[in-house]
């Protein structure tokens, strides 16, 4: 223990040399700039100011979990105050209390972003299909790489503010697969005296007296449920948070954290959507899709945890005490301070001795926090307190005195888990099931083995196991980071993965990883999903150390795609897991992150061009638009209509029965085959009924092997498509 206590005293005071050594210079950002990590089961977007809304003027994103899937984000709001007492800002005036408010309504009268910058270990991988590179378009995400750093990304963000306090933020993210669904953020808060954006000291001499800092984070948990849950929910209605020093073995549910004694216990809060007051229709615990699959859509549980807090300037010791407040406040209902260029100073009063200090706050009691024995008799809070904009996480810490050149860290971490898409489905469907026959009692198996004929209590018991995830993503954010984030770490992915859709098998290629070279290097295995991106990948291949193909190789040919369907595919570099004996997650094989080289355009089997115009085929024909029928035509993709053995170069038109001309398609791939999503050029999806479709050849085409004219320009023929509800 002696020697954890060391490691965590280093590496802070590693962090404090290194943030209050950055030279910016004359260094200016522009507060809307964003940077994204995009690397792991988790991802988000980090702002220029120092505090993320999640709003991008269409919908509130970040924190998506699991990244794969639409509508995972889990992010809405992080409300961020630091304050002090008896300043003196730079013209004379004097303040009882002086509060900021991080917001990019403050950003040029009080907040100063200087530095926003992301570092990463390695150039990311380029992926290519059909020679589109899908990696392109995150190649800003990027700014310095350094393979000198221990992470697969930091994230460096300077913010200078009026009060003299600066701002020094570095998120640390990891691709490993147990570690890749948290950031560490290290905060280390400075005072430069510098209250803008140049090099001038304006405030060489104060010493920032009861500093305090507090933030409330709002979590949707998530965005795909609310859509489900309905009203307001996704405003963070329902949270749940663990009590300062509570045992964190009673909920581990991995052996190694049970028997690891840096996890003594957690300061931590989370949030997970709870029942809503508005769609009274289901027990919505969990958002099941009651009128569709009955998936889960919203198993999440997102939080943060701290870590480690300075006890003082020149103390970098943990301090156990801190946070003073570890709870949550009503989000709307909350002084404000409106702005620095026209101070409310009974606001700025009012915020300091409420917020940022934990006194009693908006009628709640200093105790009054939203745990589990506060929800017994208090289901729905968020209708007691009367609040519209739900609940936050808050958290608070202080105060301090800094003089000049002094500084306080604070370490957090902040993830998302619950249960996984499988189980979410799973779960979810065997609900459904019941939903639909309310005769049906069972008997529903529960997580611990026990069962219950209630398919509520069934449901919402395992969504609850969230709680068990949540807090083993926290416990194991701790191990690394009191481990000096010395995690083992994964193989390097292949530098390219190239896939080329062809006539009669779709060839996959890659470049060697940079760790080949290494004794624990295994191999390489490659995924594939079939319809869609967004679903779930099954291994179709495997080389290396312990699989059916030892010979390590570069290239594979999947000979088993069905013509048609559209396929998805990504690769991993994998070890043979001696280099993973640590107490830091389990043991054996570690894999390079599938979100390197995860494909989201499709490849397909297409046929060479067609060799004559009534050989040309609709697949399906009659296409049914019923639901059920859709669902046995292309996996998937229930929208798709198929046009095969068609020429190389050719126009395709589709007219209704009467003449009217609703959807063109240039087809100059070469190929045989054309796909319609069933749309028309209006957006507007066909009905049932008898359509014409056209093909007229745009130029002559040839046979490659022994030139002879297949078709000339303007060969024409028309075909029959019938739709049927």
Not at 52 to 63: C, D, H, I, P, S
Not at 89 to 116: N, Q, R, T
């Amino acid at each position: 223990m002696k020697k954890q206590g060391m490691l965590k005293q280093s590496i802070i005071a590693i962090s404090v040399i290194l943030v209050l050594g950055w030279n910016l210079g004359n260094a200016q950002v522009q507060s809307t700039e964003k940077r994204y990590i995009r690397i792991g089961s988790l991802q988000s977007h980090f702002s220029a100011y120092g505090s993320e809304r999640a709003w991008n003027n269409r919908y509130y994103e970040g924190l998506r979990w699991p990244a794969e899937y639409p509508m995972q984000d889990n992010s809405v709001i992080k409300r961020f105050w630091i304050g002090c007492e008896d300043f003196k800002d730079e013209l004379g005036s004097s303040y009882e209390k002086y509060v900021i408010y991080f917001a990019a309504s403050f950003v040029d009268e009080a907040l100063y972003p200087m530095e926003l910058k992301q570092i990463a270990k390695f150039e990311p991988p380029y992926v290519y299909v059909d020679g589109n590179n899908l990696t392109a378009p995150y190649m800003d995400d990027i700014d310095e790489i350094n393979p000198n750093i221990v992470p697969d990304r930091i994230i460096k963000n300077v913010v200078n503010t009026s009060m003299g306090l600066t701002l020094k933020r570095t998120i640390y993210a990891f691709s490993q697969q147990y570690h890749d669904n948290y950031y560490i953020k290290i905060f280390t808060f400075v005072n430069t005296g510098n209250t803008d954006y140049d090099d001038e000291i304006e405030l060489p001499n104060q010493t920032l007296k009861g500093v305090r800092i507090a933030w409330g984070t709002r979590y949707s948990v998530c965005r795909e449920g609310a859509t489900v849950i309905g009203g307001p929910q996704q405003w963070g209605k329902f949270s749940w948070t663990t009590r300062r020093g509570e045992d964190y073995a009673a909920h581990a549910t991995e052996q190694i954290t049970l028997n690891n004694p840096i996890v003594e216990w957690l300061r931590c809060g989370f949030q997970w959507a709870g029942q809503g007051d508005v769609n009274t229709v289901i027990d919505n615990i969990g958002a099941p899709d009651y009128t569709g699959t009955g998936r889960l859509k919203a198993p999440h549980h997102a939080g943060v945890a701290i870590l480690h807090v300075d006890k003082g300037p020149n103390d970098r010791s943990d301090d156990p005490n801190q946070p003073v407040v570890l709870g949550w406040h009503a989000g709307d209902k909350r002084p404000d301070i409106q702005g620095i260029s026209k101070p409310n100073e009974p606001q700025m009063i009012q915020t300091y001795n409420t917020i940022l200090s934990g006194s009693p706050y908006m009628g709640l009691g200093g105790n009054e926090r939203f745990d589990e024995k506060y929800m017994e008799s208090n289901p729905v809070p968020y209708t007691v307190h009367n609040d519209a904009g739900g609940t936050n996480i808050w958290v608070a810490y202080g105060p301090w005195d800094l003089a000049p050149g002094d500084s306080i860290t604070i370490v957090e971490a902040e993830g998302v888990s619950g249960l996984s898409r499988t189980m979410a489905e799973l779960i979810g469907r065997r609900w459904k099931e019941a939903y639909d026959n309310p005769e049906d009692k069972g008997p529903f198996e529960l997580p611990d083995g026990s069962t219950t004929d209630d398919k509520d209590v069934f449901k919402n018991e395992w969504v609850y196991t969230g709680k068990d995830s949540i807090l083993l993503t926290f416990s194991r954010a701790k191990r690394n980071y009191d481990m000096d984030f010395q995690i083992p770490h994964p193989p390097l992915p292949p530098p390219v993965f190239q896939v080329e859709s062809g006539g009669d098998l779709i060839k996959l290629s890659w470049s060697a990883s940079p760790s080949e070279g290494d004794p624990d290097f295994g191999g390489y295995r490659i995924f594939r999903a079939v319809g869609k991106p967004d679903t779930v990948f099954n291994e179709i291949f495997a080389c290396g150390k312990g699989t059916d193909n030892p010979e390590i190789v570069h290239s594979y040919n999947d000979i088993n795609a069905v013509r048609g369907y559209s396929y998805y595919y990504y690769i991993v570099a994998f070890n043979d897991g001696s280099n993973n004996q640590t107490d830091a997650n389990p043991h054996g094989s570690l894999h390079s992150s599938k979100y390197y080289t995860r494909t989201t355009e499709p490849a397909y089997l297409k046929r060479k061009s067609g060799t004559a115009l009534n050989q040309i085929r609709i697949v399906p024909n009659p296409y049914y638009i019923k639901a059920s029928a859709r669902e046995m035509q292309f996996p998937k993709e229930y929208d798709k209509i198929m046009f095969y053995n068609i020429p190389g170069k050719c126009k395709i038109s589709i007219y209704t029965e009467r003449g009217d001309l609703i959807a063109t398609i240039d087809h100059n791939d070469g190929s045989g085959d054309e796909a319609w999503n069933s749309i028309t050029d209006y957006r507007q999806v066909i009905v049932s009924g008898i359509y014409l479709v056209h093909f007229e050849v745009t130029e002559n085409i040839y046979d490659p092997e022994t030139s002879e004219l297949l078709f000339k320009k303007g060969d024409s023929i028309t075909k029959k498509l019938i739709v049927i509800r």
